[in-house]
């Protein structure tokens, strides 16, 4: 049966619509798992730990306490000095109170008291003005209506010199209960709410999200300077933050900055920034509030990497790419940005373009020229080298594998490779010539179970300055780390050798001790072959004197023409090449 028109399109209120789809509101009203910087009470010290929260609930809560801390940056805020967060896991309660005060006055156009208006209705702000110059942490005027919508139970107490302010609002905003105005002649706010838990589908506070809340208070001291902050849960003993300076905060990260001596500053118009090498978190306050992601991260470190980059271009002659040094350093700043704008109504990432930080045109954002100098000097540099190298090494180790791989496919020349037939390696000889011309005489003369032989083709090339994979191109190389097994690599065991013997036959003349060198020179890429005496010259002489049964061998002509004249009568035979050998 097809639905009625009024079944199919409906109308919802506000509070209707914001408590149906709060995701477009305040987030998320599922548990989510994330990493987080939280203050553990018995070291004293921030630590990086993974928590349950939800981030809507965390939402509503914060709503409230950037309420207090937007009015303590106003000029006009009565005297606001002090904030108080109090949240009960046992009754599901949070009173959050400070100084200040609200004007107890009633707003003509809407016709009710200004405490009512802003925070029993929606879409109230006093930040709609996008003319003015805002440095706080609202801006769409539904901040602690929101939270409001989600609780129970939402209590609003002010007083303003003058007059004292209660209301109270019940079912999620949709009941006015009591409303009372009487004389007063101090000044303070003091909300009190239960939130709603099934509308975030739990039961209560957990362990976790005071953690959060407890956070949230010291992130508010810091990124108020004059605030004092006091926190106070029934899982923790009562907490009083007020910090002399922004150092003074970071000091509570120590023990996830491991160089916190090497530490670089810069300050502007705008921010104060401190850079930590060898971290890679970023901790940020824009007006006041946490913010560590978007525009204001990416200017600090767009500038640092692109400098990091150019210098060891220029100076080392490598190339790194400036994501590769994001992760060399931490960013904590504090921001001052001029209505600001968020990717979200959760106002986790920043949006504001660089050069709409400020409305004023006179100030405008930069990283000063001096600080940049000062980081082609630091650990940062240092630790971009360190890395580099070990980049190299790890590509080095993955090309080498490759290549071992690449080995155990076959040989180039299979045709220039005379094989022998023993088992046993360790008695196994590789005899390598210098060309063809000893092939035949070598396999009439050799013994095939233990004897092989390769011959190559031409002088090899150095490998003195050459790469393993540069090496593994020439086939005379390739084919022989093939034939005796060996592995480019540190882990190369020379028990795994497939010759106990390697044997350079080359003839005796300059041209036959240059390819035996070149020869050396490749085989010392595994020091043990040297070392264990597994590599040997095959020295033939050059000339034979033979008359009957006395023969005598000379190496070289310079030991022959010395003696020549004893040989008179001898026949002599020069050898010069390995076939005549």
């Given at each position: 049966?097809?639905k009625k028109?009024?079944?199919?399109?409906?109308e919802?209120s506000?509070?209707?619509h914001?408590?149906?789809?709060?995701?477009?509101?305040?987030?998320?009203?599922k548990?989510?798992?994330?990493?987080?910087?939280?203050y553990?009470?018995?070291?004293?010290?921030?630590?990086?730990?993974?928590?349950?929260y939800?981030?809507?609930?965390?939402?509503?809560?914060?709503e409230?306490?950037s309420?207090?801390?937007?009015?303590?940056?106003?000029?006009?805020?009565?005297?606001?000095?002090e904030?108080?967060?109090?949240?009960?896991?046992?009754?599901?309660?949070?009173i959050?109170?400070?100084?200040?005060g609200i004007p107890v006055?009633?707003h003509?156009?809407?016709?009710?008291?200004?405490?009512?208006?802003?925070?029993?209705?929606?879409?109230?702000?006093?930040?709609y003005?996008?003319d003015?110059?805002?440095?706080?942490?609202?801006?769409?005027g539904?901040?602690?209506?929101?939270?409001n919508?989600?609780?129970k139970?939402?209590?609003?107490e002010?007083?303003?010199?003058k007059?004292?302010?209660?209301?109270?609002?019940s079912n999620n905003?949709?009941?006015n209960d009591d409303?009372?105005?009487?004389?007063?002649?101090?000044?303070s706010?003091k909300?009190?709410?239960?939130?709603?838990?099934s509308r975030?589908?739990?039961?209560g506070f957990?362990?976790?999200?005071?953690?959060?809340?407890?956070?949230?208070c010291i992130?508010?001291a810091?990124?108020?300077?004059?605030?004092?902050?006091?926190?106070?849960?029934d899982?923790?003993?009562?907490?009083v933050w007020?910090?002399?300076?922004?150092?003074?905060?970071?000091?509570?990260?120590a023990?996830?900055?491991?160089?916190?001596?090497?530490?670089?500053?810069f300050?502007?118009?705008l921010?104060?920034?401190y850079?930590?090498?060898?971290?890679?978190i970023?901790v940020?306050?824009v007006?006041g509030?946490e913010?560590?992601k978007?525009?204001?991260?990416?200017?600090?470190r767009?500038?640092?990497?692109?400098?990091?980059v150019?210098?060891?271009?220029k100076?080392?002659?490598?190339d790194?790419?400036?994501?590769?040094?994001?992760g060399?350093y931490?960013v904590?700043?504090?921001?001052n940005v001029?209505?600001?704008?968020?990717d979200?109504?959760?106002?986790?990432?920043l949006?504001?373009?660089?050069?709409?930080f400020?409305?004023?045109?006179?100030?405008?954002?930069?990283?000063?020229?001096?600080?940049?100098?000062?980081?082609?000097?630091s650990?940062i540099?240092?630790?971009?080298?360190?890395?580099y190298?070990?980049?190299?090494?790890a590509?080095?180790?993955?090309?080498?594998r490759k290549?071992?791989?690449?080995?155990?496919?076959?040989l180039?020349?299979p045709?220039?490779?005379?094989?022998?037939?023993?088992?046993?390696?360790?008695?196994?000889?590789?005899?390598i010539?210098?060309g063809?011309?000893?092939?035949?005489?070598?396999?009439?003369?050799r013994?095939?179970?233990?004897?092989a032989?390769?011959?190559?083709r031409?002088?090899?090339p150095?490998v003195?300055?050459?790469?393993?994979?540069?090496?593994?191109?020439?086939?005379?190389?390739?084919d022989?780390?093939?034939?005796?097994?060996?592995q480019?690599?540190?882990?190369?065991?020379?028990?795994k050798?497939?010759y106990?013997?390697?044997?350079?036959s080359?003839?005796?003349d300059?041209?036959?001790d240059?390819i035996?060198?070149?020869?050396?020179?490749f085989?010392s890429?595994?020091?043990?072959?040297?070392?264990?005496?597994?590599?040997?010259?095959?020295?033939?002489?050059?000339i034979?004197?033979k008359?009957?049964?006395?023969i005598?061998?000379?190496?070289n002509?310079?030991?022959?023409n010395?003696?020549q004249?004893?040989?008179?009568?001898y026949v002599?035979?020069?050898?010069?090449?390995?076939?005549?050998?």
């Amino acid at each position: 049966m097809a639905k009625k028109i009024e079944d199919k399109y409906k109308e919802l209120s506000e509070v209707e619509h914001i408590l149906l789809r709060p995701g477009m509101w305040v987030g998320s009203t599922k548990t989510e798992e994330r990493d987080m910087f939280l203050y553990n009470t018995e070291t004293e010290r921030m630590e990086s730990v993974t928590v349950e929260y939800i981030p809507a609930m965390l939402k509503v809560v914060d709503e409230v306490i950037s309420n207090s801390c937007d009015e303590f940056r106003r000029k006009d805020n009565m005297g606001l000095t002090e904030l108080t967060v109090n949240i009960s896991q046992e009754t599901g309660q949070i009173i959050i109170k400070d100084n200040g005060g609200i004007p107890v006055v009633k707003h003509k156009d809407a016709g009710v008291y200004l405490p009512e208006f802003i925070f029993g209705r929606l879409r109230t702000s006093s930040n709609y003005n996008d003319d003015e110059d805002r440095n706080v942490v609202g801006t769409n005027g539904v901040g602690s209506s929101l939270t409001n919508c989600f609780s129970k139970y939402f209590c609003v107490e002010t007083q303003d010199n003058k007059h004292k302010f209660h209301r109270s609002w019940s079912n999620n905003m949709t009941i006015n209960d009591d409303l009372e105005i009487t004389k007063s002649t101090k000044h303070s706010t003091k909300i009190t709410f239960n939130l709603d838990f099934s509308r975030f589908n739990c039961d209560g506070f957990s362990n976790d999200f005071i953690r959060i809340i407890n956070k949230r208070c010291i992130d508010a001291a810091i990124a108020n300077p004059g605030l004092k902050v006091t926190f106070i849960s029934d899982i923790f003993e009562e907490q009083v933050w007020k910090f002399k300076s922004f150092t003074e905060y970071i000091e509570l990260y120590a023990d996830l900055l491991p160089n916190m001596e090497d530490s670089l500053k810069f300050d502007n118009n705008l921010a104060n920034v401190y850079i930590f090498p060898d971290s890679s978190i970023d901790v940020a306050f824009v007006n006041g509030a946490e913010c560590s992601k978007g525009t204001h991260i990416r200017a600090v470190r767009n500038e640092i990497n692109n400098t990091v980059v150019e210098f060891l271009k220029k100076k080392d002659k490598i190339d790194v790419t400036t994501r590769s040094v994001d992760g060399k350093y931490a960013v904590f700043m504090t921001i001052n940005v001029s209505n600001p704008t968020y990717d979200s109504q959760t106002k986790e990432t920043l949006t504001n373009p660089v050069d709409k930080f400020s409305k004023d045109s006179a100030i405008q954002w930069e990283v000063p020229d001096k600080f940049l100098t000062q980081v082609t000097k630091s650990e940062i540099i240092e630790s971009m080298r360190d890395w580099y190298k070990q980049k190299v090494a790890a590509e080095d180790q993955k090309t080498l594998r490759k290549l071992n791989s690449e080995a155990k496919k076959g040989l180039k020349r299979p045709d220039k490779y005379i094989t022998c037939s023993s088992k046993k390696k360790e008695q196994k000889q590789l005899w390598i010539f210098e060309g063809d011309s000893a092939r035949s005489g070598f396999r009439s003369g050799r013994n095939p179970e233990i004897q092989a032989g390769y011959t190559m083709r031409g002088v090899p090339p150095n490998v003195l300055e050459m790469t393993a994979t540069q090496i593994m191109k020439n086939e005379v190389f390739n084919d022989l780390v093939t034939i005796l097994g060996l592995q480019w690599g540190e882990d190369f065991d020379i028990k795994k050798l497939n010759y106990g013997k390697i044997v350079i036959s080359s003839d005796a003349d300059v041209d036959g001790d240059k390819i035996a060198s070149l020869l050396l020179l490749f085989f010392s890429r595994w020091p043990e072959l040297i070392s264990q005496n597994i590599v040997c010259r095959s020295v033939s002489p050059i000339i034979i004197a033979k008359k009957n049964k006395d023969i005598q061998k000379f190496y070289n002509v310079k030991d022959f023409n010395k003696v020549q004249s004893k040989y008179k009568t001898y026949v002599i035979k020069y050898t010069k090449g390995l076939g005549s050998l």
